[in-house]
């Protein structure tokens, strides 16, 4: 049981490429989240995935391009990567999900993070 | 809007000291709270919530009461050891029907043996 496992560990991109982070969990949850975390602010939420088929956007989501590939795996797209994309980046999930009754107190599993440097 | 305030960071106390990580929020209506830790080179893992006013939460020694006339949510520890070193950071979800969890900017703690 891996929990909830994201690749690459570490990214270095040029201005303007574009790159896929990948994320995938093996706990049957129905929700999954992108966050990214800079120093001094927290993590803040990019976009979250209720149910399978479904994307909505979070606090910060210009810049990424999401998809809910089935319930496992949710990736993360920068299509044209600039400096201030320089980050940690964190996948979560959670049991709950749209349908799923009162979900706002369950616990997220994270990954271990994604480090990227954009040049 | 919904946002969170941790105390500044470093911390860094010695082996068995008491430790308070204070935490105040601004929310409407009632959110849940929660304080997650991240240990060093991983991701984050929750400690502990609480999902009403009055209520405790308690996991590893520490704990944090849910205060809503101070709008606050202090994590405690009445002894900390050298492996409680680790960022900590307090969380609000606004909205019961979902997950939008908003964070605050984290409090970095060093324990010294």
């Known amino acids: 049981n891996a929990g909830v496992t994201q690749t690459p560990k570490f990214q270095v991109l040029k201005t303007g490429q574009s790159m896929t982070l990948q994320c995938a969990q093996d706990?049957?949850?129905?929700?999954m989240y992108w966050y990214r975390q800079d120093p001094g602010m927290g993590l803040r939420l990019i976009y979250y995935?209720?149910?399978?088929?479904t994307t909505d956007k979070g606090e910060v989501p210009n810049g990424y391009n999401v998809s809910r590939l089935n319930k496992r795996e949710f990736s993360l797209r920068l299509e044209s990567a600039a400096p201030s994309q320089t980050s940690v980046y964190f996948c979560?999930?959670?049991?709950?999900?749209w349908g799923q009754g009162a979900w706002g107190t369950d616990t997220q599993y994270f990954g271990p993070g994604t480090r990227l440097t954009v040049l | 809007g919904n946002s969170v305030t941790q105390m500044e960071g470093p911390v860094t106390l010695s082996e068995e000291a008491f430790l308070t990580i204070n935490c105040t929020y601004t929310?409407?209506?009632?959110?849940?709270l929660f304080w997650y830790v991240q240990y060093p080179g991983e991701g984050l893992q929750l400690l502990l919530k609480a999902t009403k006013a009055d209520d405790k939460g308690s996991n590893k020694g520490f704990e944090a009461t849910y205060r809503k006339e101070t709008t606050s949510f202090h994590l405690e520890k009445g002894s900390v050891q050298v492996s409680d070193s680790a960022v900590y950071f307090c969380a609000l979800n606004p909205i019961q029907g979902a997950q939008k969890l908003v964070f605050g900017q984290g409090t970095r703690l060093t324990i010294n043996p």
């Open positions: 979560a999930s959670s049991a709950g999900g």
């Open positions: 995935s209720a149910s399978e088929g």
């Open positions: 706990m049957n949850h129905n929700s």
């Open positions: 929310a409407t209506g009632y959110p849940s």
